[in-house]
């Protein structure tokens, strides 16, 4: 049984940080490529980040220079460092890991960003 489940959202002032996490279970984890999506009100879910499982990294324009995805291996788990937040980074983030034809999502985490 798959699990993704996500951590760390919450609401913070423009121009502050937070770190997400994913941890996962059921899956190949060191063999998935792991991403993290957003999903504003009335807009289309979006990649925000993506790690292969050689580390090789992509952004969304939007958040490069601001956000980090990173990964652990050991701990099955997958990290967004998202800085210098901005009130239109407000979504809900979902994890989501690939593997093959195999695509799993967890349940999402809120981000509000506002003063």
């Known amino acids: 049984q798959v699990q993704l489940v996500e951590s760390g959202g919450g609401l913070v002032q423009p121009g502050g940080f937070l770190r997400l996490s994913c941890a996962a279970s059921g899956i190949i984890f060191s063999f998935s490529t792991m991403g993290w999506y957003r999903q504003a009100p009335g807009k289309q879910r979006e990649l925000v980040a993506r790690i292969t499982s050689s580390g090789t990294t992509n952004y969304a324009d939007a958040v490069k220079g601001r956000f980090t995805i990173s990964r652990d291996n050991a701990k099955n788990t997958v990290y967004l460092q998202m800085n210098s937040l901005k009130p239109e980074d407000t979504a809900v983030y979902y994890c989501?890991?690939?593997?093959?034809?195999?695509?799993?999502w967890g349940q999402g985490t809120q981000v509000t960003v506002s003063s």
């Open positions: 989501n890991a690939q593997f093959g034809i195999k695509d799993d």
